[in-house]
């Protein structure tokens, strides 16, 4: 005789869970984007960008950048003629510019990861009270960051609403 009792528990959980699920609303949400997308955030890139430090330091970048770009030209053309000493030359300059480079973008980073820092503790709290503002109105049950979930359908996505909310708050 078959036990009945594992197949009826199993239908019932079944049940059960689907209608639970019914009454479930996901929402997905880009905190970071949000904080980013804000016009605060927005308004102090651009202040940064207007700083004669910080456009000092992108006005060598470029250069140093144009500086290897020419230098790497002259070498494709030039190479074949070329004496030891000339390409020792070359080689010498080449990694003077790389490091030049590379601290000024590790100077630049260095900037831009301090901005992002200030911009996030400065909006975070407002935008954690927006969240929750939003989730309360939206009647979302379970909301997911963008960042774990594969697809979803963008009329579930509340960033840009978190988004707008912020910029009210942070006025």
């Known amino acids: 005789m078959l036990n009945l009792k594992p197949v009826l528990f199993f239908v019932l959980a079944t049940l059960l869970s689907g209608s639970v699920f019914a009454e479930t609303k996901i929402a997905v949400v880009d905190l970071g984007a949000a904080i980013f997308g804000s016009e605060v955030a927005k308004k102090r890139q651009s202040e940064l960008q207007a700083k004669s430090e910080y456009a000092a330091l992108q006005a060598k970048y470029d250069s140093t950048a144009a500086d290897i770009n020419a230098l790497q030209k002259e070498a494709e053309s030039k190479r074949l003629t070329w004496s030891e000493t000339e390409a020792g030359e070359f080689q010498k300059k080449m990694e003077y510019l790389r490091a030049d480079i590379e601290l000024t973008a590790r100077k630049l980073e ?45 009329s579930i996505n509340l960033t840009a609403k978190l988004t707008e909310r912020l910029n009210q708050k942070a006025q």
């Open 110 to 154: 260095a900037e831009v990861r301090a901005l992002q820092n200030s911009i996030v503790k400065e909006l975070q709290p407002k935008a954690q009270e927006a969240l929750q503002e939003l989730i309360k109105q939206e009647g979302v049950t379970v909301l997911l960051r963008s960042e774990a979930v594969l697809m979803a359908e963008p």
